[in-house]
């Protein structure tokens, strides 16, 4: 009993295994054994036919169902393969799109830094009222984006004379201030170290652009590049940058347009500033601002212990002037009266208009007898003047007095109501004259 169930054993076994470990000759050879077993026992006396024959049927179907449950075995496999070689391929392609959104995002990030950083920049730029120093938060702004050789400022007055553009001031700065450890306060202290010289193929570049109407950046192979700067279609100011690879990328000229804005905006407050403390017809001073630095210079003297001085000067019979030429000549004489004070007396010192055909000259860090000097200089270089107005030639003489601050005139006003009584006691003496309050 036991051999006959595991010979069965063994041949289901065989019947079923036959298809997984097996090649085609095999399950052939498996298939026909069934039959031939089927017709030896079927002629066999001691053996039931119908057993034999259910036995047939039965291992008929095993062998069947066996290659069935192969092929259903195989063809899920086939399918799990083709279901995991799918989502592989699609886990690569999001991968890859992951990577590139992952780069277009950084590099969106990297560009939305820069123009924040643009923007600061420009907002610093737009608070400013100095363009040295508008110039220099440039240089930082465009540091951060690129690198140069070193940039320039150029500003004059818009006009060629002799071959070259006239009252030009040039301002440099080097890429290479432009440190972990830069200080603007710190660097702005010298700005007598900002002044430079043009070479002559950044002069070159300059005439282009100033030659050229449209006012865009000069196109040239050399690596100088040239951003002019323009009020009202006039060239006032120009960028020069020098050795930068990207002088016409997308940031470089959002930064040079924003300063180019700036310098406008600081031109037209400086022409509105000069409105203010500037008398229009003469060209000094008006009488506010005048006594406002007067005062400020009162606090430095009493600070300090320094001198100060002040002249009151008239102009001689303008009245005359007047009703013999008309108000006209008139103001011809004042601005040349103006001029001459002006053009003698030192850069530190201040000349206004106090009223009418009276001037004041605020002579900074100057005691009685230098300022007496001063005034002597003054009136002498006046009357020694021919002064041409419409087709006269006229003379004019001046009167001037003189006050020096002193610890019994600790105040402006004290010290203006001293010259005052000077300048009167001149006009007594016969005018053409300078007189000295003694404090």
């Not at 496999?77 to 592989?88: A, M, T």
């Amino acid at each position: 009993m036991w051999k006959f169930l595991i010979l069965n054993v063994l041949w289901f076994s065989i019947l079923f295994l036959v298809h997984f470990f097996g090649n085609p000759p095999a399950r052939r050879f498996v298939f026909f054994s069934i039959f031939v077993a089927a017709g030896i026992f079927a002629f066999q006396n001691t053996v039931d036919p119908l057993g034999w024959a259910y036995y047939a049927v039965y291992s008929l179907v095993i062998y069947v169902t066996a290659s069935r449950f192969r092929e259903w075995a195989a063809a899920r496999s086939g399918f799990l393969d083709g279901e995991i070689r799918f989502l592989s391929e699609e886990h690569e392609s999001r991968k890859t799109e992951l990577a590139v959104r992952g780069d277009q995002t950084g590099t969106a990030a990297r560009k939305a830094n820069e123009i924040f950083q643009i923007y600061e920049k420009a907002r610093e730029m737009s608070q400013s009222l100095d363009r040295l120093e508008t110039f220099v938060i440039f240089g930082e702004a465009l540091a951060q984006n690129t690198a140069f050789d070193e940039l320039k400022l150029v500003f004059w007055d818009g006009k060629e004379e002799a071959g070259a553009l006239s009252g030009r001031e040039v301002y440099r700065l080097d890429y290479s201030v432009f440190g972990s450890f830069f200080d603007r306060g710190v660097f702005l202290r010298d700005r007598d170290g900002l002044k430079a010289d043009l070479t002559p193929e950044e002069d070159r570049a300059l005439r282009d652009s100033w030659a050229n109407e449209g006012g865009q950046a000069a196109e040239r192979s050399s690596p100088t590049a040239v951003f002019p700067v323009r009020l009202e279609k006039e060239i006032f100011a120009a960028l020069i940058l020098n050795g930068c690879g990207a002088a016409g990328s997308h940031p470089v000229s959002i930064l040079a347009h924003s300063f180019a804005s700036e310098m406008q905006r600081l031109r037209l407050y400086e022409h509105v500033e000069r409105l203010a403390i500037t008398d229009g017809l003469t060209g000094v001073y008006v009488r506010r601002h005048l006594m406002d630095r007067f005062r400020e210079e009162m606090d430095r003297c009493k600070r300090f212990g320094l001198k100060l001085s002040f002249l009151m000067i008239d102009v001689d019979h303008f009245k005359r002037f007047n009703d013999d030429y008309g108000h006209l000549v008139g103001d011809v004489v004042l601005r040349h009266v103006a001029a001459t004070i002006r053009n003698n007396t030192r850069e530190v010192d201040l000349v206004g208009r106090y009223g009418g055909e009276e001037f004041g000259a605020l002579l900074i860090e100057t005691d009685e007898s230098h300022a007496v000097a001063a005034a002597q200089r003054i009136r002498q270089a006046v009357a020694e003047k021919t002064f041409t107005a419409y087709d006269e030639n006229l003379k004019v003489t001046i009167s001037v007095g003189c006050a020096t601050y002193s610890p019994g005139r600790s105040e402006a006003s004290s010290i203006v109501e001293c010259a005052d009584k000077a300048l009167y006691e001149a006009k007594r003496q016969g005018r053409n004259r300078v007189c000295s309050e003694t404090g």
